[in-house]
């Protein structure tokens, strides 16, 4: 059972396949959120809670994505429709593109942050004197018009790489940024070993208290793993239906999952030792980047170099996510709907240009406007990493774990028999039972059933 695309675009290099997959998973979930959810549920013990959900439910979730996208080489509409005719299936596919139509929305607004933050701090007009000055300089930049310009601006980059296309685009900025990207982590971690609480930030990572372990630390474990890895949107399926047959897909996901972890572990150890040298909590929450780094930056010697690289390197982060999150829209438009590359792009960029003017006003301008109480911004963030994407890894879940042939699944992970896959019969079992579970688990809480 092969529904194959000939063709199809492809990535050219198993690298190039790796470093787009690691590109997509890795994003400000590593470098902005982990650090702040590390930071509010205490450190080791959530870290560890962390890793273990990584590897026992977003493996599993990664490998279903990663057979259903190679498996049909279609987008994720249609490898839903493809593996199920006419059972109706492929409205998680659906799911997924709004999903991710929302999450380019609101995080287009951030990247855009991102780039304000990077060009005030190669002119040296952030506000570095204090964290107050620090927490009216984000204020400012939030609550005007202005975000909206940024916002155009990041959407311009990304639509860039996008038209290029898969290899030329896609694969070819990946194998520039990931490896640039990891660069700039390790040469931040270095500077964080020189610094007097270096010591007191790495013991408050890597030393768990089991005791703090609670409800709320576990599901948030589970919720960050998830998400970091962009599960459930299709993101993945999407890639992976551009990986030619030489890619083996369990070690791709294991790969794939180890160095998004190596990024989430990375941005802790830069950020950590910093908060404790100047006295800083590390629970500071999603503002920890924008108002508490630049105040830490500029008590460094060459502060402003170091800020410029920060910035750029979450701008970096940013890049590589959106990039494949406009990519599962895209594949849609062009094969669903028949449209040429360039068509599809412009569409996608449309889209999440009026999502994003919306996020961007949510500060200023739009703050009052609230929907079931939520502001556009937070409302787009809701809906799609608290609603759509546990329901999209459970279907996916389940859909692979009980609705697939088996034969199908084997194939893929066997290259048609001609390699060994011990672990099919473990994976299966994880699809079909402890994933399920343990996503809905994720999803009860996190619309406050739990």
């Given at each position: 059972m092969s529904h194959h695309n000939s063709n199809r675009a492809m990535f050219a290099t198993r690298f190039g396949a790796i470093a787009a997959t690691v590109g997509s998973a890795v994003g400000l979930g590593n470098i902005w959120r982990f650090p702040y959810e590390a930071g509010i549920h205490g450190g080791g013990a959530f870290l560890i809670c962390y890793l273990v959900f990584v590897f026992v439910i977003g493996v599993p979730v990664l490998c279903a994505e990663f057979c259903m996208g190679r498996g049909t080489r279609s987008n994720v509409f249609g490898a839903y429709r493809k593996l199920a005719p006419g059972k109706r299936w492929d409205y998680l596919g659906v799911l997924g593109i709004i999903?991710?139509?929302?999450?380019?929305?609101?995080?287009?607004?951030?990247?855009?942050?991102?780039?304000?933050?990077?060009?005030?701090?190669?002119?040296?007009?952030?506000?570095?004197?204090?964290?107050?000055?620090?927490?009216?300089?984000?204020?400012?930049?939030?609550?005007?018009?202005?975000?909206?310009?940024?916002?155009?601006?990041?959407?311009?980059?990304n639509f860039l790489i996008l038209i290029a296309g898969v290899t030329k685009g896609i694969e070819r900025a990946s194998n520039i940024l990931m490896p640039l990207l990891f660069l700039l982590l390790v040469a931040f971690c270095i500077n964080s070993f020189f610094m007097s609480g270096f010591a007191d930030g790495i013991e408050y990572l890597f030393y768990p208290d089991f005791s703090k372990i609670t409800p709320s630390v576990l599901l948030g474990a589970m919720g960050q793993a998830f998400f970091s890895m962009s599960l459930g949107l299709g993101c993945m399926m999407t890639y992976a239906s551009y990986f030619n047959n030489r890619n083996k897909l369990g070690k791709t996901a294991l790969t794939t999952a180890i160095l998004d972890s190596l990024v989430a572990i990375l941005a802790g150890i830069v950020i950590f030792p910093a908060v404790f040298t100047f006295g800083l909590t590390p629970s500071a929450g999603p503002t920890l980047v924008f108002e508490v780094l630049p105040h830490i930056f500029s008590q460094l010697p060459a502060g402003i170099l170091w800020s410029t690289l920060f910035f750029l390197l979450l701008f970096l982060a940013s890049l590589t996510s959106t990039v494949s999150m406009s990519e599962i829209s895209i594949s849609f438009f062009c094969e669903e709907k028949k449209m040429s590359r360039i068509k599809a792009t412009i569409l996608s960029s449309f889209i999440s240009l009026c999502g994003g003017i919306l996020c961007a006003l949510s500060f200023g301008p739009l703050e009052n406007f609230k929907i079931f109480g939520k502001d556009f911004f937070n409302l787009f963030d809701y809906i799609s990493s608290n609603i759509f994407l546990p329901l999209g890894g459970m279907g996916c879940s389940i859909f692979l774990g009980w609705m697939v042939d088996k034969n199908f699944v084997s194939n893929q992970f066997t290259d048609y028999g001609k390699t060994k896959f011990h672990l099919l019969g473990l994976l299966v079992f994880s699809l079909r039972w402890v994933c399920p579970a343990a996503i809905l688990l994720i999803f009860l809480n996190s619309i406050g059933l739990i």
């Open positions: 999903a991710s139509l929302l999450i380019l929305s609101f995080y287009s607004v951030v990247a855009g942050w991102t780039i304000e933050y990077l060009i005030n701090s190669v002119t040296g007009s952030l506000n570095f004197s204090s964290m107050e000055g620090g927490h009216n300089q984000f204020n400012e930049l939030t609550t005007g018009w202005r975000p909206i310009l940024w916002t155009v601006i990041f959407l311009c980059f």
